[in-house]
């Protein structure tokens, strides 16, 4: 009885959950600046220095340090731009950052490697939306930063191209 007792309290736990984060409202303003902190799994959007909204994220396989080559799982660390929107991704929808720059071509070339690319902020694999909140519990991108269907909806209309996005370890 006591375990039919506590599942049904964690059942209703995760409904009134799931009806608080349904009904949060949808971001109305325009980000100027993008932050994402590995170590915190979260990325924050900014206007004139003042935080607008945060989400928790899943990054690259191999999260530690900066992207080193292409195939690594790690997701780069530095400052970037959200170069281009991807509405056609294999991601629910996707923006791209514009990894690698001169000097992370430059590190890999004198490694003889290939700095890798397509680093994106995107959804969850199309056909797969229903995973929801779930896909943040282990980190699962080949070094792309993730967040639910929900949410890229709401950075993509919130970030515009050329918006700079700083990744921290």
């Known amino acids: 009885m006591r375990y039919f007792v506590g599942l049904l309290a964690l059942a209703a736990v995760a409904v009134v ?3 608080v984060v349904s009904k949060r409202e949808p971001l109305k303003l325009t980000a100027d600046r993008v932050l994402v902190e590995k170590s915190a ?5 900014l206007r004139d220095g003042r935080v ?5 994220v899943a990054l690259g396989s191999s999260p530690r340090g900066h992207k080193q080559q292409e195939g690594d799982g790690r997701t780069p660390e530095g400052v ?3 170069d281009f929107h991807k509405p056609d991704s294999d991601f629910h ?3 791209h950052i514009s990894y690698p720059n001169a000097d992370d071509t430059g590190r890999a070339a004198a490694r003889g490697v290939a700095p890798g690319g397509d680093i994106m902020i995107h959804g969850l694999r199309n056909g797969l939306g229903a995973i929801g909140a779930a896909h943040r519990l282990h980190d699962w991108t ?4 993730a967040v639910t269907n ?3 909806e709401e950075i993509f209309r919130a970030v515009p191209d050329g918006t700079p996005i700083e ?3």
């Open 93 to 95: 929808l996707a923006l």
């Open 17 to 19: 959950a799931f009806i």
């Open 80 to 82: 970037y731009q959200i």
């Open 52 to 56: 607008l909204k945060t989400y928790a």
């Open 167 to 169: 990744i921290r370890p």
């Open 150 to 152: 929900a949410e890229i």
């Open 142 to 145: 080949a070094g792309c930063i």
């Open 41 to 45: 799994r979260r990325l924050t959007l």
